[in-house]
């Protein structure tokens, strides 16, 4: 089973770019998908991004599309988030998941392996 451990989160001001990383151990890396989540303050949590086994498919949510960007490293077993102009409303913890595809990972199911979260947040 794999481990993950997220890190790079902090204060940052509106506009500015952030960048998480997530590091696997534990399990073969690239045998999962890789995601990111977040919970917003009082509010459900949310798919930000995934991005397949191989690297080549990815998904985004709406609100960070042309902002977020995912990527993964199979080398180093690292999934990172670069998250760029960085809103007021892009405060949450942020969750690294692991799981079989992106499909799996949008279902949320129980097989979904779960980091314990990075706060990430964005004063204005």
């Known amino acids: 089973q794999v481990q993950l451990a997220e890190s790079g989160g902090g204060l940052v001001q509106a506009g500015e770019s952030r960048r998480l990383s997530c590091t696997a151990s534990?399990?073969?890396?690239?045998?999962?998908?890789m995601g990111w989540f977040r919970q917003p303050p009082g509010k459900e949590r949310e798919l930000v991004a995934a991005?397949?086994?191989?690297?080549?498919?990815?998904f985004y949510r709406d609100s960070v599309k042309g902002r977020f960007t995912i990527s993964r490293d199979n080398a180093k077993n690292i999934v990172t988030l670069q998250m760029n102009s960085l809103k007021s409303e892009d405060t949450a913890v942020y969750y690294c998941?692991?799981?079989?595809?992106?499909?799996?990972?949008?279902?949320?199911?129980?097989?979904?392996?779960w980091g314990h979260g990075t706060q990430v947040t964005v004063s204005s």
């Open positions: 998941v692991a799981d079989r595809d992106i499909e799996t990972i949008r279902r949320q199911p129980d097989s979904t392996t």
């Open positions: 534990g399990g073969m890396f690239e045998a999962y998908a």
């Open positions: 991005i397949s086994r191989s690297g080549i498919g990815t």
